[in-house]
């Protein structure tokens, strides 16, 4: 069992920044990944990014990619997802999730590859 909880989410103009945070408990995470996925109003869940707990590979959706980066404490055992250059079409409920699925590369962005999932953290970003 991997229980995930994120934090962070907030209100933030257009061209501002915010780091949402997911910490991890439970189990220790070992060839697993987590992801950050995103679902806004009306609208489908969707891919962000990925890192593998094991060597911090990453992995982006080309819609975040250059504004958005994924990396984690493992000490903490907690993942980050700083974001930057903040769109109105960035706001969403962001939540992270903890797969195991391979290959990485292909089955991380998949929201099926994923076990564990935490309530979400809102982010709304204003115009």
């Known amino acids: 069992q991997v229980q995930l909880v994120e934090s962070g989410g907030g209100l933030v103009q257009a061209g501002g920044s915010l780091r949402v945070s997911c910490a991890a408990s439970?189990?220790?995470?070992?060839?697993?990944?987590i992801g950050w996925f995103r679902q806004g109003p009306g609208k489908e869940r969707e891919f962000v990014a990925a890192?593998?707990?094991?060597?911090?590979?990453?992995y982006y959706a080309n819609s975040v990619k250059g504004r958005f980066t994924i990396s984690r404490d493992n000490a903490k055992n907690t993942v980050y997802l700083q974001m930057n250059s903040l769109k109105p079409e960035d706001t969403a409920v962001y939540y992270c999730?903890?797969?195991?699925?391979?290959?990485?590369?292909?089955?991380?962005?998949?929201?099926?590859?994923?076990?564990?999932w935490g309530q979400g953290t809102q982010v709304t970003v204003s115009s």
């Open positions: 439970g189990r220790t995470l070992g060839n697993w990944y």
């Open positions: 890192i593998r707990w094991t060597d911090g590979s990453t």
């Open positions: 999730a903890a797969g195991s699925r391979v290959p990485f590369r292909i089955r991380s962005m998949k929201d099926d590859s994923y076990d564990y």
